[in-house]
């Protein structure tokens, strides 16, 4: 067991592709910032890449007041190889108490990784984190068990105490350019052959972009729409309010729709302006993701259906029928105010 005194302050895992910085970054800074507060240390940053330094100052007007900088051409691209080594050395050099990362597709390859090689616990996808009064140890929640029951984690031998953790979930730092703080270069040890992956092309996802976390209007679909061609209706139904489609994970099952659309437990959690629910019966897993939106608009078949209670409006209907007179109610109040 390594002596837990030594190690000391709340370390982000600075993640940015291609020269820019994941949105779940600014979310861990704010959270970051808490625990530090709480635990009487310092939040720092840690950024891998090339040519990033630049992004170092933004990190600091996020909240981080030093900045770890590990820059080299051969960390241009993501690799589990390059950036477990680079991250792993860096935490056996300066011994951060507790790093945080993004359950990012990056993050949940990189931090159990990170977590082997220096020997410490990870609980991923954590809904919640918070600092025990008593001890000061960092205390993870997760859902467990499907979703039925949150379970609280900590790490009480091993150190860094380290967690994923899920995005948009946590609240984002304030942006304050009177922000100072200090950029630490990274000495590294770092030879091509540490990396047994070569990155030849990087290719976009070519289907349209969901952004489910910015969205303020998000209209979901699940199985009560009863085929894919339901989804069609409510890309409409989006596309008029300016927002995004959701799903339920049934309906991602059923094939109807990509999984990058999925809302809840185990797809993106969101908090929209207006989320609809159409034809989704309000399953916990299904609620994990959306309950925190602003207003719920439920509409079911099942007067009984379990979205109901979460519901801030419920329409008690057909989606086929109440779909179109909604995608016909804004339509019209979209070309009034044009026109006014
Ligand atoms: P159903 O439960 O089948 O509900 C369909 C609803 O549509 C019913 O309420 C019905 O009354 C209504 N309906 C039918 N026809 C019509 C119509 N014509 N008009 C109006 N209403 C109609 N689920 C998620 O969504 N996201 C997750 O991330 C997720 N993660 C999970 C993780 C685990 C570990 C497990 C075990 C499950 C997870 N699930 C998740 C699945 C979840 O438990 C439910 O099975 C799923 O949410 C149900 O989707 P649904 O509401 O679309 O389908």
Redesign the pocket.
Known sequence: MENRNEYRNVWVYAEQRQGAITPVVYELLGEGKKIAEKTGSELCAFLIGSNVASLAGELIEYGAEKVYLAESPLLEYYTTDGYAKVLSDAIKEYKPEIVLYGATHIGRDLAPRIAARVNTGLTADCTKLEVDPEDKKLMQTRPAF??NLMATIVCPDHRPQMSTVRPGVMEKAARNSDNKGSVIQVDMQLEPADIRTEVIEIVKHKKDMVSLVDANFIVSG???L?CADGFAMLRQLAEVLGGTVGA????VDAGWIDHAN??????TTVKPTIYFA?????????L??MSESDIIIA????PM?P?FDIADYGIV????EVVPMLIEAFTQYNEEKEFA
């Open positions: 499907g979703g699940g199985k009560g009863g339920s994970r049934a309906a999925q809302v809840g437990q185990t797809g159409c034809g989704i019966s309000g399953a916990i897993q299904h994990a993701g509409i079911n078949k099942n259906a979205i209907g057909d989606v086929n």
